[in-house]
């Protein structure tokens, strides 16, 4: 091949590497697609990838395979998922448990604003703190006088180390001026099967895990963690109405590619999902686990990660966590 040939090919690749690409998000999805969650079926992650996935995967025409990797806070799988191909076949269900294991682990081996590239904001789940019965709690100043009369014995349950409930009950100890004992779990439904057994005795919770046993007697509700009362229990006062202003702790979801997708599939995905958050048939499945359903393209995602990266931070080292 002579200088100029060489040459004229080089610059010819740019743009045939372009529209091979645009030739891929054309043809994207023609298989399977796999959505990876950080946490155990039947967690809050869990139920809400798959109702959002069957949604998704009928406007695709490809099948939305939910894989369950839970551990460490979703960092698990947030590190599958990043290594993951840059061809859109594997997705994430990124959530603020990610953000708040970075912000108390040195040097996390994965980012979601670094290793990620957001397509959008899916839904929000209120957190709400709950006892066992046999507290004789019934208000959370009654919580902060059993715990400050019994320090080091009360043991609480959460979804994982580093995840938003455990986060919660560490900014809870500090600005109460408390200390609870942590038990860490991989899940709601293994953290709430032994939080009604009385193994412990208190936990902030996912309000969809409890909420029938808090109906049911077996557990007691004292406040939401959210910034508002939440629609599935109106009643609950928040934690700023019980006297700890400021707390706002609510779980969130969102999809997320590995960063480096082509923007073409990325944008293909963020039109889908706008009729996926508003179809009926989502709202209310999310509904009825006590979900709220999110607004949010890849721009707004990733303002709202500056934001809450920021405030997990904050409320890492209010709560003697920081990294």
Do not use: C
């Amino acid at each position: 091949m002579t200088k100029f040939s060489r040459r004229s090919a080089l610059a010819l690749m740019p743009g045939l590497l372009a529209l091979t690409v645009a030739a891929h998000a054309e043809d994207y999805p023609n298989r399977p697609i796999h959505l990876v969650v950080g946490f155990i079926p039947g967690s809050a992650a869990d139920i809400t990838a798959r109702v959002i996935g069957n949604r998704l995967g009928q406007l695709l025409g490809q099948q939305i395979v939910v894989e369950n990797k839970p551990g460490a806070g979703s960092s698990l799988a947030a590190d599958y998922a990043a290594r993951a191909p840059k061809d859109g076949y594997m997705l994430f269900l990124g959530s603020s448990a990610n953000l708040t294991y970075q912000a108390i682990t040195a040097n996390p081996t994965s980012d979601l604003a670094r290793d990620f590239a957001p397509i959008a904001l899916v839904t929000t789940a209120p957190v709400i703190l709950v006892v066992h019965p046999s507290t004789g709690v019934k208000s959370v100043k009654e919580l902060i006088a059993l715990a400050k009369a019994r320090p080091g014995e009360i043991l609480y349950a959460s979804t994982g180390v580093g995840t938003a409930p455990h986060l919660a009950a560490e900014l809870f100890d500090t600005r109460a001026g408390v200390k609870m004992v942590h038990v860490p779990y991989q899940g709601s439904p293994q953290a709430v099967t032994d939080l009604i057994a009385g193994r412990t005795a208190v936990m902030f919770s996912p309000a969809s895990a409890v909420i029938p046993q808090v109906e049911a007697g077996k557990l007691v509700a004292l406040a939401s963690a959210a910034g508002h009362r939440p629609s599935i229990v109106p009643d609950l006062p928040t934690m700023a109405e019980a006297g700890m202003p400021d707390f706002d702790t609510s779980i969130w979801f969102g999809l997320m590619a590995p960063a480096g997708t082509p923007p073409e599939i990325i944008g293909k995905l963020a039109g889908a999902m706008p009729d996926v958050v508003k179809s009926s048939e989502v709202r209310e499945a999310l509904k009825s686990q006590g979900f709220d359903t999110l607004a949010g393209g890849p721009d707004q995602f990733a303002r709202f990660l500056v934001t809450e990266t920021a405030k997990w931070n904050e409320a890492a080292k209010a709560a003697g966590l920081k990294k």
